[in-house]
């Protein structure tokens, strides 16, 4: 079993940035590929970012990229999503995901863990 808790989110100013952090448990987080999803009010649950399990593909959706950086340190079993430039389209409750089968995958049904999510706002 994987145990997944998000923090970082809060409400910012358009234009600023925050740091979301994804601390796991388990002794497997290194193998996995981890994602961010995020969802808003009356919205599906939409992809954000993914990393792979040694940090050496990334891949982010089109709505973030150049302003949103997925990293991991897999001594701390924490990933992390860094948000800069941030817009009030941006505001969302922001999920960690464990995808534990080295599927290389955008779809939220694919992935097997879920945190509980933490929320971003942003301002205009």
Known sequence: QV????SGGGLV???GSLRLSCA???RLFSRYNMGWFRQAPRKEREFVAVISWSSSSTDYADSVKGRFTISRDNAKNTVYLQMNSLKPEDTAVYYCAVEREGLWTFRASEYDYWGQGTQVTVSS
């Open 24 to 26: 796991t448990s388990g």
């Open 3 to 6: 145990q997944l808790v998000e």
């Open 13 to 15: 100013q358009a234009g």
